[in-house]
C-alpha cells in the first residue's frame, strides 16, 4: 500500500511550484523559475513512481486482486447525515498508473520547455502554468469522489485556457482559447447535470460507494434509478450519457472536437502535454473510473461510447489526410486514437478476460501518450528549426535534423502498429476485444488503422524526404540539449513500452490475466498499415526536381504514375479522389460549416434575439409601468385560470 | 417585557438608530466637519455595529406580534450590516468629494433600518411600513451625483416606480385581508384556502417583491436606475435591497403561503425561466459597466429563486448562503467598478480595454470577481449555485435545472467579454495606474479573500441549514 504522505507530497509539490513561480517568478533570474519547476516535478515524478510501485508490488497477495484504496479522506461539506462530499485519494490500477504518466510527460515537457521557450519574456508565468495545469490533472486523476473530480476537471479546463491563450498578443491563439474554454464548458454542464442526477440516485458522491449502490440490480438505489426516467430512458442512463458528454467534451469526441485543431495555437511543448498525453485522455478516464456502472448497471450508455469513439477515430483520421499543417495533423490523430481508446471501452464487457477492451484502452492510452507525447515534441523542434507549421515548408530535413528524424519514425511506426513497436500491443488487443464483441465496430477500426499509417508517414515523408536533402546548416541547430533529451527518452518508451505486461496490472476487475499474441490475428491488420505506409512512400517520399509546391508536385506525380502502374491508379482513386474528394473533403467541409455553423448560428441567434427585444428597454417610465401591470395580470390570468 | 430583553431583540435597530443619532447631532450643530472625519466616523461606527450584531442575540416577539427576531433573522441582518460596511469602505474616494455627506449617511441608514424592520416583521401593516422606510429614502439616495442630470431621472424612476409596485402590493394586501380578516402572518397561514381572490391577491403581493428583485417583467427600472445613480447606491441596490428582499421572500413563501407551495412554485418557475432569459439576453449587449452589472444581477436573482423554489429548509439556507456569496462576488466587481468611475468617470466596458496592462491588482479582483458570478468552480459563486440547484433539483424538475445549467453557459460568454476586454484587447488610451487608500484596498482584499475562500469554508452552509431548520 502506498504511503499516504508520498501521494499528498507528489500531488502538492506542482501547486507549489505554481505559487512560487507566479508569485514571485518575474523577480526570479534566467530561467530559475523553469529550472525549479522542474526540479520539483522531478521529485514529483519519483515520488508517483515509488507510489506506483508499492501500490503494484505489495498489495496483491491477500485477494489476488487489486483492491481499490483510498489511503486519505476527509469530510470536506456535510450536506445531511447520510450525504456529504468528500475529499480524497483514491488509490487503483488506473490511477497509479495515470500518475505515473502525467508527471513523466510533464516532466518531459518541462525539460523541453527550458529549451524550446528560452527567452520567451513571460517564461515564469509559463512555467506556473504548466505547474498549475500538473497540479490539476494530478489532482483528477487522484480523485476519490467525481465531486472532487469535477472541481479538478474544471480546474484543468482554466489552465489549459490559460496554456492555449499563452501567446495572448496573437488574436488567434485569444480567439482559440476562448473556444476551448466554451465548447468544454458547454460539454461539462452536461457532466454537472450528470454528477447532480447520480448523486441523486446514489445519494453519495464518493465513486467506491456509488459502485457498491448503483451496480447490483437489486439494490433500492440502482431500482429507483431505473425506475425514474425522461423521455423514456432511465435516470442513470441519462446521468451516464451526461457524463460521457462532459468527458467526450474534454476528449475532442465528435461532435465536441471543433475546439481541438484551433487549441493547437498555444505553445508546441503544451500541445504535447494537454492535447496529446493528459488533459484530452481526462474523458477517457472518466469512463474507466465509471466503468463498473456502465458496464454493469447500464450496457446502453456504453453503446454510446464505443459508437461516438468509433466514429470520432474514423472521422479524424480522413481528415488528417487532407490537413498541412504538422499540428493540425497530429490534433486530429489524436482525436482518432482517443476515440480508439474510446470505443475499445465501449465494447468491453467487465472481468477477467471479458474486460480486454478496457484493459486495451488503459494500455493504449499508456503508449499512446508516449508516442504521441514524441511527436508533438519532435514537431515542435522541427517548427522551431524551419519557422513554419505548413508542411510545404518542410521536407528533405534527415540531415538537418537527424535525432527527431530518427524518434519521429519511431513514433510514426508505434502509432502505425508496426511490431514490435508500442502502438502494436495496445492496438492489437484493441482490435482483438473489437473483434469479439462486434464486427462492424472492428471493420471500421481495421479501416481506420490503415489510415492512420497513411497520414502519419505522409506526414513524415512530407517532412523529412520528398525535397532534396537540406544539409545541416551552421547557423541553425537541432535544439539544445534539453530538447533533445526528452525526444530520446521518449522514444525509447515508444519503441518499448509494448512489451509491459499491462493485463498483469490494469484490468477492470483488478484481477490480473494473461494476454497472447495471436499471430494469425495480427497479420490483418499490419497488412492494412504496412500498405497504408507503402502508399504514403510511393506518393510522398520521392524527392522531386522539380522545387515547386507539394502540392503541384503531387500533380505531376500523378500525371508519371498514371501511365505506369494500373493498381497505382486504383490507389490513387480511392486515397486522391475517393477519400480526398468524397470523404474527407465532406467531412471537412461538414466539420466547418455544420458542426462549427451550429455553434456560430446559435450565437447569431442570440445576438438577434436579444437585440429585437431591446425596444422594450425604451427609458420611457410610463412603458416600464405598462410592462409591470401586464405582467402582473399576465400571471393572474395564468394561475387563476390553470387553478380553476 | 423586561427592558433589557427588548434592547437584545431590538439590538439591530438600535445601532442603527444611534448611527442616525450621531449624524443627527453632526448636522444640527452647523459646524461644517470635514469629509475625511465623516468618513473614519462612520467607518468606525459601522465596525462598532457589525461587531455588536453578533453578541448575545436572542429570540422574541415584540409589539403584539408585528415584530419578531429569530436566530435566522440575526444572522441575516449581520450579513447586511457586513455588506454595507464593504459598501462604505470601498466607496472612499466618492465620499471624500461629495459635498452633503452627513445626509447621505442618514438616509442609508434609515434605509438600512427599513430594511431590518421588513426582515423582522410578523404582520402585513409592519411590513408595508418597512417596505416604505426602506425604500423612500433610496429614492434620495439616488439623486446623490447632484451634478449629473442622469441621477435626477434615477431618482425620478426610482420613487415613480416604487410607488407604482407599492400601490399593487398594497392592493394585494387589503383583498388577502379582505378575504381572511388578519394581517398577522401566522394567523393569516391557517386561514388560505387558495381560491381565486386569494391567488390574485398573491400574485399581486409576488409584483411587489419581484419589483423589488428586478424579476422580469418588472424590472425595467433597474438598468436606468443602476446606471444613474452614484455607485455606491448601485451597489447599496443591487446587494443589500435585493439581500433582503430574498430573505423576506423565502420567510413569507414558507411561513404565510405555505399552504399555496404548489401555486408559488408554479409563479416562481414561470418568472424564473422569463428573468433568466430576459437578464442574460440584455447583459449580452450592455456597453456601460453599470448596466452590464444591472443586467448580470437580474440573471443572478433566477437562481435564487430556483433555490427559493425547492420550498423546505435547503432552499431557504442555500438562498441564504448565495446571497453572502453574492455580496462578496458583486461587491468585489462594484469595487472596482466604483473606484475606477469616481477616479476617472470612466463607466463604459470599452474603457477597460488593456485595464491588465495599468492595474493588474484591480484587474484579477474584477476578473475573479466575475468568474465568481459566473459560477466558475473553484470561486465561492460556483458553490453558491450549485447549493441553489441542488436544492432546486430536490424537487425533480430537471427541466428547469438544465434550463438554468443552460443560461450558466450563456452568461458566461457574457462574462468572458469584459475580460477579454480587461487581459486582452489592446488599449489605446488605457485607463491610468490608479491609485487606492487603505479602506479601499481592505475592501477588496475582504472581497477576494471571501470569493476565494468561502466556498471551501465547511461549516458555514451548515450553520445556515441548522439556523434554518423549524422556519419552514
Same mark, same amino acid.
Given at each position: 500500500?502506498?504511503?499516504?504522505? &508520498?501521494?499528498?507530497? !507528489?500531488?502538492?509539490?506542482?501547486?507549489?511550484?505554481?505559487?512560487?513561480?507566479?508569485?514571485?517568478?518575474?523577480?526570479?533570474?534566467?530561467?530559475?523559475?523553469?529550472?525549479?519547476?522542474?526540479?520539483?516535478?522531478?521529485?514529483?515524478?519519483?515520488?508517483?513512481?515509488?507510489?506506483?510501485?508499492?501500490?503494484?508490488?505489495?498489495?496483491?497477495?491477500?485477494?489476488?486482486?487489486?483492491?481499490?484504496?483510498?489511503?486519505?479522506?476527509?469530510?470536506?461539506?456535510?450536506?445531511?447525515?447520510?450525504?456529504?462530499?468528500?475529499?480524497?485519494?483514491?488509490?487503483?490500477?488506473?490511477?497509479?498508473?495515470?500518475?505515473?504518466?502525467?508527471?513523466?510527460?510533464?516532466?518531459?515537457?518541462?525539460?523541453?520547455?527550458?529549451?524550446?521557450?528560452?527567452?520567451?519574456?513571460?517564461?515564469?508565468?509559463?512555467?506556473?502554468?504548466?505547474?498549475?495545469?500538473?497540479?490539476?490533472?494530478?489532482?483528477?486523476?487522484?480523485? *476519490?469522489?467525481?465531486?472532487?473530480?469535477?472541481?479538478?476537471?474544471?480546474?484543468?479546463?482554466?489552465?489549459?485556457?490559460?496554456?492555449?491563450?499563452?501567446?495572448?498578443?496573437?488574436?488567434?491563439?485569444?480567439?482559440?482559447?476562448?473556444?476551448?474554454?466554451?465548447?468544454?464548458?458547454?460539454?461539462?454542464?452536461?457532466?454537472?447535470?450528470?454528477?447532480?442526477?447520480? *448523486?441523486?440516485?446514489?445519494?453519495?458522491?464518493?465513486?467506491?460507494?456509488?459502485?457498491?449502490? !448503483?451496480?447490483?440490480?437489486?439494490?433500492?438505489?440502482?431500482?429507483?434509478?431505473?425506475?425514474?426516467?425522461?423521455?423514456?430512458? *432511465?435516470?442513470?442512463?441519462?446521468?451516464?450519457?451526461?457524463?460521457?458528454?462532459?468527458?467526450?467534451?474534454?476528449?475532442?469526441?465528435?461532435?465536441?472536437?471543433?475546439?481541438?485543431?484551433?487549441?493547437?495555437?498555444?505553445?508546441?511543448?503544451?500541445?504535447? @502535454?494537454?492535447?496529446?498525453?493528459?488533459?484530452?485522455?481526462?474523458?477517457?478516464?472518466?469512463?474507466?473510473?465509471?466503468?463498473?456502472?456502465?458496464?454493469?448497471?447500464?450496457?446502453?450508455?456504453?453503446?454510446?461510447?464505443?459508437?461516438?469513439?468509433?466514429?470520432?477515430?474514423?472521422?479524424?483520421?480522413?481528415?488528417?489526410?487532407?490537413?498541412?499543417?504538422?499540428?493540425?495533423?497530429?490534433?486530429?490523430?489524436?482525436?482518432?486514437?482517443?476515440?480508439?481508446?474510446?470505443?475499445?471501452?465501449?465494447?468491453?464487457?467487465?472481468?477477467?478476460?471479458?474486460? @480486454?477492451?478496457?484493459?486495451?484502452?488503459?494500455?493504449?492510452?499508456?503508449?499512446?501518450?508516449?508516442?504521441?507525447?514524441?511527436?508533438?515534441?519532435?514537431?515542435?523542434?522541427?517548427?522551431?528549426?524551419?519557422?513554419?507549421?505548413?508542411?510545404?515548408?518542410?521536407?528533405?530535413?534527415?540531415?538537418?535534423?537527424?535525432?527527431?528524424?530518427?524518434?519521429?519514425?519511431?513514433?510514426?511506426?508505434?502509432?502505425?502498429?508496426?511490431?514490435?513497436?508500442?502502438?502494436?500491443?495496445?492496438?492489437?488487443?484493441?482490435?482483438?476485444?473489437?473483434?469479439?464483441?462486434?464486427?462492424?465496430?472492428?471493420?471500421?477500426?481495421?479501416?481506420?488503422?490503415?489510415?492512420?499509417?497513411?497520414?502519419?508517414?505522409?506526414?513524415?515523408?512530407?517532412?523529412?524526404?520528398?525535397?532534396?536533402?537540406?544539409?545541416?546548416?551552421?547557423?541553425?541547430?537541432?535544439?539544445? @540539449?534539453?530538447?533533445?533529451?526528452?525526444? @530520446?527518452?521518449?522514444? &525509447?518508451?515508444?519503441?518499448?513500452?509494448?512489451?509491459?505486461?499491462? *493485463?498483469?496490472?490494469v484490468t477492470s476487475d483488478g484481477i490480473p490475466f494473461e494476454t497472447h499474441l495471436h499471430l494469425e490475428f495480427s497479420i490483418l491488420p499490419v497488412l492494412l498499415s504496412v500498405s497504408g505506409i507503402a502508399i504514403a512512400w510511393r506518393y510522398y517520399k520521392k524527392p522531386s526536381t522539380v522545387p515547386a509546391s507539394v502540392s503541384q508536385k503531387t500533380g505531376?506525380?500523378?500525371?508519371t504514375i498514371n501511365k505506369k502502374f494500373y493498381i497505382d491508379e486504383i490507389y490513387l482513386f480511392v486515397t486522391k479522389k475517393l477519400v480526398f474528394q468524397l470523404i474527407a473533403r465532406p467531412a471537412a467541409w461538414f466539420d466547418k460549416t455544420i458542426v462549427d455553423g451550429m455553434m456560430n448560428t446559435a450565437a447569431a441567434a442570440a445576438q438577434v434575439f436579444?437585440?429585437?427585444?431591446?425596444?422594450?428597454?425604451?427609458?420611457?417610465?410610463?412603458?416600464?409601468?405598462?410592462?409591470?401591470?401586464?405582467?402582473?395580470?399576465?400571471?393572474?390570468?395564468?394561475?387563476?385560470?390553470?387553478?380553476? | 417585557?423586561?427592558?433589557?430583553?427588548?434592547?437584545?431583540?431590538?439590538?439591530?435597530?438600535?445601532?442603527?438608530?444611534?448611527?442616525?443619532?450621531?449624524?443627527?447631532?453632526?448636522?444640527?450643530?452647523?459646524?461644517?466637519?470635514?469629509?475625511?472625519?465623516?468618513?473614519? +466616523?462612520?467607518?468606525?461606527?459601522?465596525?462598532?455595529?457589525?461587531?455588536?450584531?453578533?453578541?448575545?442575540?436572542?429570540?422574541?416577539? +415584540?409589539?403584539?406580534?408585528?415584530?419578531?427576531?429569530?436566530?435566522?433573522?440575526?444572522?441575516?441582518?449581520?450579513?447586511?450590516?457586513?455588506?454595507?460596511?464593504?459598501?462604505?469602505?470601498?466607496?472612499?474616494?466618492?465620499?471624500?468629494?461629495?459635498?452633503?455627506?452627513?445626509?447621505?449617511?442618514?438616509?442609508?441608514?434609515?434605509?438600512?433600518?427599513?430594511?431590518?424592520?421588513?426582515?423582522?416583521?410578523?404582520?402585513?401593516?409592519?411590513?408595508?411600513?418597512?417596505?416604505?422606510?426602506?425604500?423612500?429614502?433610496?429614492? /434620495?439616495?439616488?439623486?446623490?451625483?447632484?451634478?449629473?442630470?442622469?441621477?435626477?431621472?434615477?431618482?425620478?424612476?426610482?420613487?415613480?416606480?416604487?410607488?407604482?409596485?407599492?400601490?399593487?402590493? +398594497?392592493?394585494?394586501?387589503?383583498?388577502?385581508?379582505?378575504?381572511?380578516?388578519?394581517?398577522?402572518?401566522?394567523?393569516?397561514?391557517?386561514?388560505?384556502? /387558495?381560491?381565486?381572490?386569494?391567488?390574485?391577491?398573491?400574485?399581486?403581493?409576488?409584483?411587489?417583491?419581484?419589483?423589488?428583485?428586478?424579476?422580469?417583467?418588472?424590472?425595467?427600472?433597474?438598468?436606468?436606475?443602476?446606471?444613474?445613480?452614484?455607485?455606491?447606491?448601485?451597489?447599496?441596490?443591487?446587494? $443589500?435591497?435585493?439581500?433582503?428582499?430574498?430573505?423576506?421572500?423565502?420567510?413569507?413563501?414558507?411561513?404565510?403561503?405555505?399552504?399555496?407551495?404548489?401555486?408559488?412554485?408554479?409563479?416562481?418557475?414561470?418568472?424564473?425561466?422569463?428573468?433568466?432569459?430576459?437578464?442574460?439576453?440584455?447583459?449580452?449587449?450592455?456597453?456601460?459597466?453599470?448596466?452590464?452589472?444591472?443586467?448580470?444581477? $437580474?440573471?443572478?436573482? /433566477?437562481?435564487?429563486?430556483?433555490?427559493?423554489?425547492?420550498?423546505?429548509?435547503?432552499?431557504?439556507?442555500?438562498? $441564504?448562503?448565495?446571497? +453572502?456569496?453574492?455580496?462578496?462576488?458583486?461587491?468585489?466587481?462594484?469595487?472596482?467598478?466604483?473606484?475606477?468611475? /469616481?477616479?476617472?468617470?470612466?463607466?463604459?466596458?470599452?474603457?477597460?480595454?488593456?485595464?491588465?496592462?495599468?492595474?493588474?491588482?484591480?484587474?484579477?479582483?474584477?476578473?475573479?470577481?466575475?468568474?465568481?458570478?459566473?459560477?466558475?468552480?473553484?470561486?465561492?459563486?460556483?458553490?453558491?449555485?450549485?447549493?441553489?440547484?441542488?436544492?432546486?433539483?430536490?424537487?425533480?424538475?430537471?427541466?428547469?435545472?438544465?434550463?438554468?445549467?443552460?443560461?450558466?453557459?450563456?452568461?458566461?460568454?457574457?462574462?468572458?467579454?469584459?475580460?477579454?476586454?480587461?487581459?486582452?484587447?489592446?488599449?489605446?488610451?488605457?485607463?491610468?495606474?490608479?491609485?487606492?487608500?487603505?479602506?479601499?484596498?481592505?475592501?477588496?482584499?475582504?472581497?477576494?479573500?471571501?470569493?476565494?475562500?468561502?466556498?471551501?469554508?465547511?461549516?458555514?452552509?451548515?450553520?445556515?441549514?441548522?439556523?434554518?431548520?423549524?422556519?419552514?
Open positions: 500500500m502506498p504511503d499516504t504522505r &508520498v501521494i499528498l507530497i !507528489l500531488l502538492f509539490l506542482p501547486l507549489l511550484s505554481f505559487l512560487i513561480n507566479g508569485l514571485f517568478g518575474r523577480k526570479l533570474p534566467g530561467s530559475l523559475g523553469g529550472l525549479l519547476a522542474t526540479a520539483t516535478l522531478f521529485v514529483s515524478f519519483l515520488l508517483s513512481l515509488s507510489a506506483a510501485y508499492s501500490y503494484f508490488f505489495g498489495s496483491v497477495g491477500i485477494t489476488g486482486a487489486y483492491e481499490t484504496l483510498i489511503p486519505f479522506q476527509v469530510t470536506w461539506l456535510q450536506f445531511s447525515e447520510s450525504f456529504s462530499i468528500n475529499m480524497g485519494i483514491l488509490a487503483d490500477p488506473i490511477s497509479m498508473m495515470m500518475i505515473v504518466v502525467v508527471t513523466f510527460i510533464s516532466l518531459m515537457v518541462h525539460v523541453f520547455s527550458l529549451g524550446y521557450m528560452k527567452g520567451e519574456e513571460r517564461f515564469a508565468t509559463y512555467y506556473s502554468f504548466l505547474s498549475l495545469f500538473t497540479f490539476s490533472m494530478l489532482g483528477l486523476v487522484l480523485s *476519490s469522489n467525481i465531486f472532487q473530480t469535477y472541481i479538478f476537471w474544471e480546474l484543468v479546463g482554466v489552465s489549459s485556457f490559460l496554456l492555449i491563450g499563452y501567446y495572448y498578443q496573437k488574436p488567434s491563439a485569444v480567439a482559440a482559447s476562448k473556444k476551448a474554454f466554451i465548447v468544454t464548458r458547454f460539454a461539462d454542464l452536461g457532466f454537472l447535470i450528470g454528477i447532480l442526477i447520480l *448523486s441523486y440516485y446514489g445519494k453519495s458522491f464518493d465513486f467506491v460507494t456509488l459502485t457498491e449502490r !448503483l451496480v447490483p440490480a437489486a439494490s433500492t438505489y440502482s431500482q429507483a434509478a431505473a425506475a425514474a426516467g425522461f423521455l423514456g430512458i *432511465s435516470a442513470l442512463t441519462w446521468a451516464l450519457v451526461l457524463i460521457f458528454v462532459g468527458g467526450a467534451g474534454k476528449s475532442a469526441m465528435f461532435p465536441l472536437h471543433i475546439w481541438l485543431p484551433d487549441a493547437m495555437e498555444g505553445p508546441t511543448p503544451v500541445s504535447a @502535454l494537454i492535447h496529446a498525453a493528459t488533459m484530452v485522455v481526462a474523458g477517457v478516464y472518466l469512463v474507466a473510473r465509471l466503468f463498473p456502472i456502465f458496464s454493469l448497471a447500464c450496457p446502453g450508455a456504453l453503446d454510446v461510447v464505443a459508437w461516438t469513439g468509433i466514429i470520432s477515430a474514423l472521422f479524424a483520421a480522413l481528415i488528417a489526410c487532407t490537413q498541412t499543417d504538422i499540428k493540425r495533423v497530429l490534433a486530429y490523430s489524436t482525436m482518432s486514437q482517443i476515440g480508439y481508446m474510446m470505443f475499445a471501452l465501449g465494447v468491453s464487457g467487465y472481468g477477467a478476460e471479458e474486460g @480486454l477492451g478496457y484493459m486495451a484502452a488503459m494500455f493504449h492510452l499508456f503508449t499512446h501518450a508516449m508516442f504521441k507525447a514524441l511527436l508533438f515534441l519532435g514537431a515542435g523542434v522541427i517548427i522551431h528549426y524551419v519557422h513554419s507549421n505548413d508542411l510545404k515548408d518542410m521536407g528533405g530535413l534527415r540531415k538537418a535534423l537527424p535525432i527527431t528524424g530518427a524518434t519521429f519514425l519511431i513514433a510514426c511506426l508505434a502509432i502505425a502498429g508496426i511490431p514490435p513497436f508500442s502502438g502494436f500491443f495496445s492496438k492489437e488487443e484493441i482490435l482483438l476485444s473489437a473483434y469479439n464483441s462486434n464486427y462492424t465496430i472492428y471493420i471500421i477500426a481495421l479501416i481506420t488503422a490503415g489510415l492512420t499509417a497513411f497520414y502519419m508517414f505522409r506526414l513524415y515523408f512530407s517532412i523529412f524526404w520528398n525535397k532534396p536533402q537540406v544539409s545541416a546548416n551552421e547557423h541553425k541547430h537541432e535544439g539544445t @540539449l534539453s530538447m533533445l533529451i526528452p525526444l @530520446l527518452i521518449l522514444a &525509447v518508451f515508444a519503441a518499448f513500452s509494448g512489451f509491459i505486461p499491462f *493485463s498483469s496490472f505531376s506525380l500523378y500525371r436579444s437585440l429585437s427585444i431591446s425596444g422594450l428597454q425604451s427609458g420611457k417610465l410610463q412603458h416600464y409601468a405598462y410592462y409591470f401591470i401586464g405582467g402582473a395580470i399576465g400571471l393572474a390570468i395564468l394561475f387563476i385560470y390553470s387553478i380553476a | 417585557m423586561i427592558t433589557s430583553e427588548l434592547f437584545s431583540v431590538l439590538k439591530h435597530e438600535f445601532c442603527l438608530l444611534a448611527i442616525l443619532l450621531v449624524f443627527l447631532v453632526l448636522k444640527i450643530r452647523e459646524r461644517e466637519w470635514k469629509n475625511e472625519t465623516l468618513i473614519q +466616523l462612520m467607518n468606525g461606527l459601522l465596525v462598532l455595529n457589525f461587531i455588536i450584531g453578533w453578541l448575545m442575540n436572542s429570540e422574541g416577539v +415584540l409589539f403584539d406580534g408585528m415584530f419578531r427576531n429569530t436566530l435566522l433573522i440575526a444572522f441575516e441582518k449581520n450579513i447586511l450590516n457586513f455588506a454595507i460596511l464593504i459598501v462604505h469602505l470601498q466607496s472612499t474616494e466618492w465620499m471624500r468629494r461629495h459635498k452633503h455627506l452627513p445626509e447621505f449617511y442618514m438616509l442609508i441608514v434609515s434605509s438600512m433600518l427599513g430594511m431590518f424592520f421588513l426582515l423582522s416583521s410578523a404582520n402585513w401593516l409592519m411590513f408595508y411600513l418597512a417596505l416604505e422606510l426602506s425604500a423612500i429614502p433610496l429614492a /434620495a439616495l439616488c439623486n446623490f451625483d447632484l451634478e449629473k442630470k442622469a441621477s435626477g431621472e434615477a431618482a425620478m424612476k426610482m420613487i415613480l416606480s416604487s410607488a407604482f409596485s407599492s400601490c399593487i402590493l +398594497l392592493f394585494g394586501i387589503s383583498l388577502i385581508y379582505g378575504s381572511t380578516g388578519t394581517l398577522d402572518f401566522g394567523e393569516m397561514a391557517g386561514r388560505l384556502s /387558495a381560491m381565486p381572490l386569494q391567488i390574485l391577491a398573491f400574485i399581486f403581493i409576488f409584483t411587489g417583491f419581484a419589483f423589488k428583485l428586478s424579476v422580469a417583467p418588472f424590472h425595467f427600472w433597474t438598468a436606468d436606475v443602476y446606471e444613474g445613480s452614484p455607485v455606491p447606491v448601485t451597489s447599496y441596490l443591487s446587494v $443589500i435591497s435585493k439581500g433582503t428582499v430574498v430573505f423576506v421572500l423565502s420567510t413569507v413563501f414558507y411561513t404565510v403561503f405555505g399552504s399555496m407551495s404548489g401555486i408559488w412554485y408554479d409563479v416562481l418557475v414561470v418568472s424564473t425561466v422569463i428573468t433568466m432569459t430576459i437578464g442574460n439576453l440584455f447583459a449580452l449587449r450592455q456597453t456601460n459597466m453599470k448596466r452590464f452589472l444591472a443586467f448580470s444581477s $437580474i440573471a443572478q436573482v /433566477a437562481y435564487i429563486l430556483i433555490g427559493v423554489s425547492a420550498g423546505n429548509e435547503q432552499g431557504m439556507a442555500s438562498s $441564504i448562503y448565495f446571497v +453572502l456569496i453574492y455580496v462578496f462576488s458583486n461587491l468585489g466587481a462594484f469595487a472596482v467598478v466604483s473606484h475606477i468611475s /469616481a477616479m476617472t468617470g470612466k463607466e463604459s466596458i470599452s474603457d477597460y480595454n488593456g485595464l491588465y496592462k495599468t492595474n493588474p491588482a484591480l484587474s484579477w479582483l474584477l476578473g475573479i470577481s466575475l468568474f465568481s458570478l459566473a459560477g466558475i468552480p473553484p470561486t465561492a459563486g460556483f458553490f453558491g449555485k450549485l447549493f441553489l440547484l441542488g436544492a432546486g433539483a430536490g424537487t425533480g424538475n430537471w427541466p428547469l435545472i438544465i434550463f438554468a445549467a443552460l443560461n450558466m453557459v450563456v452568461s458566461l460568454y457574457y462574462y468572458l467579454r469584459v475580460i477579454r476586454a480587461v487581459f486582452m484587447e489592446p488599449a489605446d488610451s488605457a485607463i491610468p495606474k490608479l491609485t487606492y487608500g487603505i479602506s479601499v484596498r481592505l475592501a477588496m482584499l475582504i472581497c477576494l479573500g471571501g470569493m476565494l475562500l468561502l466556498g471551501f469554508t465547511t461549516g458555514l452552509y451548515e450553520y445556515i441549514l441548522s439556523l434554518s431548520f423549524g422556519l419552514k
